[in-house]
């Protein structure tokens, strides 16, 4: 049965600090940036009596199958900037960064990871030419170990939850080695913030592409780094709906905005969504999801499923975790004791929704099952 939850506790953002640097520059200087995809789905939008349905397609980004690396390349760059005192905005290359900070040898970068966002860091120390150290949870899909693992990585699974892994991975920090997980903890804040920070590319990209905002925008929900960016950039330049979309079983999100402070829901968290199987939101995310996530959606792992069907008949290929967006928007509209909340969001003949679909199919195997 799909849960939702208006938030009504909605109201002024938490103010952003004044930085001088733009993480949308610093991408564009990365070799084979370019902006992902947003698509149409005109098929789709008729058969949910909406006006348009976007997708801004994030399965592949910088030849990775999501769009961790914006996150991850902005913070491990930005930390290690101000580690040894560089002037970030004077490297006109990732090259140019690397070569500034080759002095710094033998140094690591270590994270917990669900997969893609472990991979991203791997991939970031790879192209600066650092060793990396990726923590993932007991039940990962071979497939996601395999790829962190062609980045160079040393992939160590940790026999507990999502949750256990951060903890794991946190013990690496030292002099020689710098942490970039994506959620945070007591004395750990700035990364995370920054990895917020370089994911407001994918929103810049999609206002520059469209004549107008969207009514609503639909993004899958983890610790909620995403979903913080979706509320820091719509909340602030437009009056669109921000909806965040969980598994059931990892409703770490709705269960906090229920309480009006962090809850970490038990475990098992074991949707096949496994990119968002995560027990604890993130306390710097939090702040902007209690002012400005409007509704929060927890789904079952069918719909995801079906999602990821709809999705291929549209030529987009998406994970599990990828087609959370759309699922999420599938089950809203189809839950009649949803109707007043339908009616407050516009979701409606006139309205134009932004789905992020964030991951490819990064477990091979489990896409075949399920599409076909």
Do not use: N, R
């Given at each position: 049965m799909t849960r939702f939850l208006r938030n009504r506790a909605t109201g002024a953002l938490p103010p952003l600090a004044p930085d001088a640097l733009d993480p949308l520059s610093f991408h564009q200087k990365?070799?084979?940036?370019?902006?992902?995809?947003?698509?149409?789905?005109p098929s789709v939008a008729s058969r949910l009596g909406l006006s348009r349905v976007l997708v801004k397609n994030e399965s592949s980004r910088f030849g990775l199958p999501s769009f961790k690396l914006l996150g991850a390349s902005w913070a491990i760059s930005r930390a290690l900037a101000a580690r040894c005192g560089?002037?970030?905005?004077k490297c006109s290359s990732l090259e140019d960064l690397a070569n500034a900070l080759s002095f710094l040898k033998p140094f690591s970068l270590a994270a917990a990871t669900d997969g893609n966002h472990g991979r991203a860091v791997a991939h970031m120390a790879r192209l600066l030419g650092f060793d990396s150290t990726i923590f993932v949870p007991r039940g990962t899909a071979a497939a996601r170990i395999r790829a962190i693992?062609?980045?160079?990585?040393s992939c160590t699974v940790v026999d507990g939850d999502y949750d256990a892994a951060i903890a794991r991975s946190a013990e690496e920090m030292g002099e020689r080695c710098l942490v970039i997980d994506d959620t945070s903890w007591p004395g750990y804040e700035e990364i995370p913030r920054w990895v917020i920070q370089g994911y407001g590319t994918i929103f810049r990209e999609v206002d520059e592409e469209i004549d107008s905002p969207p009514s609503a925008v639909f993004v899958p929900i983890g610790v909620g780094a995403l979903g913080a960016a979706a509320v820091d950039f719509y909340k602030r330049t437009s009056d669109a709906f921000v909806i965040g979309v969980e598994p059931k079983s990892a409703a770490c999100v709705l269960a906090s905005i229920e309480a009006g402070k962090l809850v970490t829901v038990p475990?098992?968290?074991d949707s096949i969504m496994a990119g968002l199987n995560c027990g604890t939101p993130s306390s710097i995310a939090f702040p902007s999801l209690l002012a400005g996530l409007d509704l929060?959606?927890?789904?079952?792992?069918?719909?995801?499923?079906?999602?990821m069907r709809t999705l291929a008949g549209c030529g987009i290929v998406s994970g599990e975790t990828g087609a959370a967006a759309l699922a999420g928007l599938e089950?809203?509209?189809?839950?009649?004791?949803?109707a007043e909340v339908r009616a407050e969001l516009g979701l409606d003949p006139n309205a134009t929704v932004l789905l992020l679909v964030t991951e490819g199919a990064t477990d091979p195997e489990s896409y075949r099952r399920i599409v076909g």
């Open positions: 990365i070799q084979g940036y370019a902006p992902t995809p947003l698509v149409s789905m560089l002037d970030l905005g693992e062609s980045e160079g990585a475990g098992p968290q929060s959606v927890a789904i079952d792992d069918s719909y995801a499923e079906e999602a089950a809203l509209l189809a839950l009649a004791e949803a």
